[in-house]
């Protein structure tokens, strides 16, 4: 069974860092695309970083610089290292990936629907 969870959430003043984690199970993730999304309170869900089945990858403009995503293949996990956080940051930060999307882009960060396994979230919650 594909199970995901995510880990490493919490509260930070702005200019912090965390380091999230999303422990996979039920597959080995270093061949599968992995996606982190978040969704604010009030607000849809966006697509933030993406890791491609060949470790491309992928940030979008709000993270970029500041976010880095990454595989650790002897925890299967990937990784989440925010740096600079921001109040506007705050969000539930999801775990995602598919077994026939491989290429990170704008379009699958936009239709995230296009991912069929999601892990619960962990709270990022960041203080001004």
């Known amino acids: 069974q594909v199970r995901l969870l995510e880990s490493g959430g919490g509260l930070v003043q702005s200019g912090g860092s965390l380091r999230l984690s999303c422990q996979a199970s039920g597959f080995n993730s270093d061949y599968w695309i992995m996606a982190w999304f978040r969704q604010a309170p009030g607000k849809e869900r966006e697509g933030g970083s993406c890791?491609?089945?060949?470790?491309?990858?992928y940030y979008a403009q709000s993270v970029e610089g500041r976010f880095t995503i990454s595989r650790d293949r002897a925890k299967n996990a990937v990784i989440l290292q925010m740096n600079n956080l921001k109040p506007e940051d705050t969000a539930r930060y999801y775990c995602a990936t598919d077994f026939e999307e491989s290429t990170c882009n704008t379009a699958l960060m936009t239709y995230s629907y296009r991912l069929d396994y999601w892990g619960k979230g962990t709270l990022v919650t960041v203080s001004s």
């Open positions: 890791i491609s089945s060949r470790d491309s990858t």
